[in-house]
């Protein structure tokens, strides 16, 4: 059974595979009007989502299929009287391919170990593979090709979306330098950065963690930056956090260091004066639009994969 749990475990060639796909589904979407069609996708939310849940919902959709919303919040699961391998199992009866927007890494991994149809990571404290496939597809459409490229990541680098960048440049070729405070709290982990150098080593890319931003951004054809407060950080954190990643803050002077032509990337949900500032966001290198719509192109042509992966195997 295929599943998408971690970048790490796919290939370049099937990565590759799949934007390609995705590029076919967002030039003809009236050619997959069918393809899902008596298909149902559960949806599993222990986090709360926008992207996430209206691009898979929608795509299902589009593309002839049912989804179904399932918040964990209201079920027994969370009361205890429920455990996630009984919970996979029943489901893998009743659906085609599940989707889970969880808060374990370990949970999602357990859904695919037992279910016994496709599973999705979308999204756990440690990867966020759908999103960062998005991006990829945004960025080969903006520069027509990735290997090659040198994309810098500013912020809180110990998150999923750094995690699956890290994989996703490196699988591709692209340079990844991490702009990021020291220290283990904001720091990438340790495996996910050894991994993402083995990859890099064969693909000819390199990977930089570094705590000076504009040695992270200089010269760089794509600026990256994320949330400071990730779902999983307490609220009573928020002013040192702020006070810690300021210095990592996107705007006009850092974007300057980056090539000529670097387009501005954030996953979203973004805070103007946070992260970045509005001049940035808001200005005419800013692909953050193109990159949230390319969410709704990526779930569909990942759907698609596993379920004929799943019809062939």
Request: proline letters at 4%; charged letters at 25%; aromatic letters at 6%.
């Amino acid at each position: 059974m295929k599943h998408l749990i971690t970048l790490e475990n796919w290939s370049s060639a099937e990565l590759a595979a799949l934007l390609d796909l995705a590029d076919r589904v967002k030039a003809a979407p009236a050619d997959y009007r069918d393809a899902m069609r008596r298909k149902t996708l559960l949806m599993i939310f222990e986090k709360p989502s926008l992207r996430t849940r209206v691009s898979f919902e929608t795509g299902a959709t589009q593309m002839g299929g049912h989804a179904i919303f399932y918040d964990l919040a209201h079920s027994p699961l969370s009361s205890g009287k429920e455990n996630v391998a009984d919970l996979v199992r029943v489901v893998s009866r009743y659906v085609d391919i599940i989707m889970g927007r969880l808060f374990d890494q370990a949970h999602i991994e357990e859904m695919a170990r037992l279910a016994s149809v496709p599973v999705i990571n979308a999204l756990t404290n440690y990867e966020h593979p759908c999103q960062i496939l998005a991006d990829l597809q945004t960025i080969r459409e903006k520069k027509g090709a990735l290997k090659g490229l040198a994309l810098a990541y500013l912020g809180d680098g110990n998150n999923n979306v750094t995690h699956s960048l890290l994989f996703g440049c490196a699988k591709f070729g692209m340079d990844i330098r991490v702009g990021c405070p020291k220290g283990e709290e904001y720091e990438p982990l340790d495996t996910v950065l050894a991994s993402a150098r083995k990859i890099a080593k064969k693909t000819g890319a390199s990977v930089l963690v570094t705590a000076d931003a504009a040695e992270a951004a200089r010269g760089a054809d794509i600026v990256y930056t994320d949330s400071w407060m990730s779902y999983h950080i307490p609220q009573h954190k928020q002013d040192s956090r702020v006070k810690v990643f300021t210095p990592f803050q996107v705007n006009a002077k850092l974007m300057k260091l980056a090539k000529k032509d670097a387009i501005f990337m954030n996953c979203l949900p973004a805070v103007r004066g946070y992260e970045q500032t509005a001049d940035v966001i808001d200005g005419p290198q800013s692909v953050v639009f193109d990159q949230a719509e390319n969410r709704l192109h990526i779930q569909k042509a990942i759907m698609l994969h596993l379920l004929d992966a799943c019809r062939n195997s």
